[in-house]
């Protein structure tokens, strides 16, 4: 399994030549397909983690959470999980294998072993509080927990009412998916084909400008996308690397496109705006981790091991965080 870095526009770059590892193509299409789009207006987990209601912030009630990111008393959020031994985290967990419930209905998966590693370092309990995705950001504006739990896309339009940890707790492939007998081998292949992807996907609002000659039909379900390739009415479909997993084990005349990935999302901690005591922590906490290799640990836990049943390519946080792909 070899590994080469992507540049992601992040300080400290990773040193190392990428044509002396034979990565330059690699990193080409990748900095074309989407590194440069990091942050930028797209969604994240392809329609899962990048879908959010955009609402107004809502008014804090008494003693909540203030949009300027402390508690009503003044204190840093930091401060009352030190004090209360207990941290309320908005979560959605119906997205293996990053977050979701196990057979006896515990919470579990890459993010979720994270966040409680996160929480058992400062001596805290994490509450989870259940939201449906699209509810997280006006439920923390309204104070209904402390901070999201989970990692999410770091939209620009998200960072003018929160904070977003400065180092990705992970980076999101998205894949090009075909039928198998398709005589498409490169990304060159499909510039004028029709592609179908999900609607209000970062696949939807991303891929025009990469395929500015193709058509693109938005579908409500991947599945539907997936089947659209599949009797022949589109040519191929972008999907999430975590999705592409799925429809690819349930569809068996479909198959990745063998080329890097056509872009990459980065993901990391959300919190109210303005407590800059606990936005240095949890940085600080992540930029640790990473350098230890431990979201490289539990990335290779969780995810790779679908990756590398259907030979797809991933990014891991590599040690300064920034995205390292394993696999192809």
């Known amino acids: 399994m070899s590994t080469h870095d992507v540049e992601t526009g992040t300080p400290a770059a990773e040193s190392g030549s990428a044509a002396a590892r ?3 193509s690699r990193r080409r299409l990748l900095e074309a397909g989407g590194l440069g789009l990091l942050g930028a207006g797209v969604l994240g987990l392809s329609g899962c983690m990048g879908d959010d209601d955009d609402e107004p912030n809502a ?6 959470t203030t949009a300027g990111g402390s508690s009503s008393s003044g204190d840093s959020i930091l401060d009352k999980w030190t004090r209360d031994k207990t941290a309320k985290l908005g979560v ?3 997205f293996p294998p990053l977050q979701f419930k196990d057979d006896s209905g515990k919470p579990t998966g890459y993010q979720v072993e994270i ?3 996160m929480m058992k370092e400062l001596g805290v309990t994490p509450e989870y509080v259940e939201t449906p995705f699209a509810q997280l950001f006006p439920g923390l504006s309204a104070g209904k ?8 896309t770091i939209l620009p ?11 990705p707790a992970f980076y999101e492939s998205n894949v090009v998916v075909v039928k198998k007998d398709s005589n498409a081998s490169t990304l060159e292949d499909l510039a004028t084909s029709r592609f179908a992807v999900l609607q209000g996907s970062s696949q939807a609002a991303s891929s025009g400008a990469l395929f500015p000659k193709a ?3 938005e579908f409500a379900s991947e599945n539907d996308a997936a089947t659209e390739v599949a009797v022949g009415r589109a040519d191929a479909a972008i999907f999430s690397e975590f999705s592409t997993s799925s429809v690819l084990g349930g569809n068996d005349d479909l198959a990745a496109l063998p080329v890097p990935p056509l872009f990459v999302d980065a993901n990391s901690y959300f919190m109210t705006q303005g407590d800059t005591k606990l936005w240095l922590w949890v940085s600080n906490w992540a930029r640790y981790q990473a350098s230890h290799g431990t979201f490289r640990a539990l990335w290779e836990k969780w995810v790779v091991p679908n990756t590398e049943k259907f030979d797809l390519q991933t ?3 590599g040690i300064n965080g920034n995205a390292e792909t394993i696999g192809q």
């Open 59 to 64: 008014a804090a009630p008494a003693g909540a």
């Open 115 to 117: 966040t409680e590693m």
């Open 315 to 317: 990014a891991v946080v």
């Open 215 to 217: 058509t693109f039909n």
């Open 22 to 24: 034979g990565g330059t």
């Open 145 to 152: 927990f402390d901070m999201l739990g989970i990692a999410v």
């Open 157 to 167: 339009s998200r960072a003018l009412r929160g904070d977003f940890a400065d180092i």
């Open 92 to 94: 959605d967990l119906s």
